[in-house]
Nanobody
């Protein structure tokens, strides 16, 4: 599977963005999908994850209530809708795929073996 993230951009605080990640290659529905982000000078951090079926999701506290992760297995895509954006949401956002099957979803980056190239999100105050 190859991952291609898109949808980032410059937005004012309080605005919204919808990130997309399209996958090509092997069966998309066999992968747990996740979103991570990395701000300048900071370590990569977990944002959200979604189970293979889409039935289970989990969010970082920093985005919970403001973001929604979803997937469309027929389109081989995963999305991250982000609302009420804050300047501290500024980062490069990465989508990732995990073929592990011992859990419904994963919050550790080390559990993901495939990564997209990232899309920049900049939130101005």
């Amino acid at each position: 599977v190859q991952l291609q993230a898109s949808g980032g951009g410059l937005v004012q605080a309080g605005g919204s963005l919808r990130l997309s990640c399209e996958a090509s290659g092997r069966t998309f529905s066999g992968y747990v999908m996740g979103w991570f982000r990395q701000a300048p000078g900071k370590e990569r951090e977990f944002v959200a994850t979604i189970a293979r079926s889409g039935g289970s999701t989990y969010y970082a506290d920093s985005v919970k209530g403001r973001s929604t992760i979803s997937r469309d297995n027929a389109k081989s895509a995963v999305y991250l809708q982000m609302n009420s954006l804050k300047p501290e949401d500024t980062a490069v956002y990465f989508c990732a795929a995990s073929s592990y099957r011992d859990r419904y979803y994963y919050i550790q980056g080390s559990s993901y073996e495939l990564w997209g190239q990232g899309t920049q999100v900049t939130v101005s105050s």
